[in-house]
């Protein structure tokens, strides 16, 4: 089953630490809503951006010497919210974290859950007021990198800017695909899709091997990112397991047949331009 | 405001119960279905598969039983919310 539980929180007393270069692995508090994701804040910026380009020297020393600041955060904690003017960005470097709005009664619309390595909040760095709010959805080891400091490598590397340029777009095409998403497919294909965008987005990463990867969501999270009830999300994800369209065993999810769950969402990786080697 | 119901089976996937709810002019204004043992969210309650009118949007609750359901419904109809 997967798990439709409270989300579990875990204290958050550890303080922040300074990391510019050199990693040391976290202590994991064993909890199974912490996602694995032993890469350190800079290897996962330097993993992200080789994607697109190959780094000079320069560049990545440039990388490297980013001040970044980790935090643990709890599950359900906000990290920014909609109308703060935050002066520094944030990067998963393990767990998951959601983009979301509230209407005005307080419903919830998840639009984008992310994976390590993401910079949820990098529109931050141009647009001085939030216009959504962002929360780790597990336990989450983030990295906030100043402003500031980004702008300084962004002025001196300009395929740095348009790497990071390019990662706004493609978080714009990824909120356009979850229109057509939320709007025009069934339940059933809806949930079908995540989980396909969550199995790409997680390979890319290096975080779901031979097809078995972590959704440690409640399916109240999951009913919100596609737009149904947790009842109706219990239904759907009943009907995936019955069809061996998806195996689970606690929050640990395993696609048996890869080309079948795609066919069945309608899922078209396109939209994500994980593409290795392009030039940037 | 009385409300009335009409049995029927709803083709969720686990043949479930449920109920046609008609208002006095005898409009169909909600199905509700008496979700099965196998649902892990909320077994064995009433939920608001579908609402018409006042009772369309994306707002699906569950219901301890039959009566709390057509309070809620009652409530929206007169209310609006």
């Known amino acids: 089953m997967l798990s439709q539980t409270i989300t579990i ?10 990391v510019s270069s050199g990693w040391t692995p976290y202590l994991h508090t064993g909890n199974s809503r912490m996602t694995a994701g032993p890469y350190s804040p800079h290897s996962l910026m330097i993993r992200k951006l080789e994607s697109i380009f190959r780094l000079s020297s320069e560049e990545e020393q440039a990388l490297q010497s980013l001040p970044v600041q980790i935090q643990f955060l ?32 307080g419903k919830r619309q998840i639009v984008a859950f992310h994976v390590p390595g993401d910079i949820p909040d990098l529109q931050s760095l141009h647009l ?5 709010s962002l929360a780790a959805v597990t336990p989450c080891t983030v990295g906030f990198i100043q402003h500031e400091d980004l702008r300084r490598v962004c002025e001196r590397y300009p395929r740095i800017t348009a790497a990071l340029w390019r990662e706004t777009l493609v978080d714009a095409s990824i909120f356009r695909e979850w229109v057509l998403n939320v709007g025009r497919r069934d339940a059933f294909s809806r949930m079908a899709h995540l989980l396909c965008e969550l199995r790409v987005k997680l390979k890319a990463v290096g975080l779901a091997e031979d097809d078995t990867f972590d959704v440690p969501f409640t399916q109240v999270e999951l009913a919100d990112a596609i737009g149904t009830s947790n009842v109706h999300v219990n239904r759907v994800l009943q009907e995936l397991r019955a069809k061996d369209l998806i195996r689970s065993k606690g929050t640990q999810v395993t696609i048996p047949d890869w080309e ?19 030039a940037a | 405001m009385s409300l009335s119901l009409q049995p029927v089976q709803v083709a969720t996937g686990h043949d479930e119960d449920g109920v046609l709810v008609f208002d006095e002019s005898q409009r169909l204004i909600a199905v509700l279905t008496h979700l099965s043992e196998q649902n892990e969210v909320a077994p064995g309650q009433w939920f608001l598969e579908a609402g018409f009118g006042r009772l369309d949007g994306v707002h699906h609750p569950t219901f301890a039983n039959l009566d709390a359901a057509q309070d809620w419904i009652r409530q929206r109809l007169t209310h609006g919310s």
């Open chain 1, 260 to 278: 079948k769950l795609k066919e069945v969402a309608g899922f078209d990786p396109l939209y994500l331009h994980l593409e290795q080697g392009r």
């Open chain 1, 9 to 18: 929180s875990v204290a958050c007393a550890r303080p922040a630490i300074q």
């Open chain 1, 128 to 132: 001085n007021v939030l216009d959504n």
């Open chain 1, 74 to 105: 709890k599950a359900d904690q906000d990290i920014v919210r909609i109308g703060d003017s935050p002066s520094q960005c944030c990067l998963l470097v393990e767990g998951y974290t959601c983009v979301y709005k509230l209407t005005a009664e």
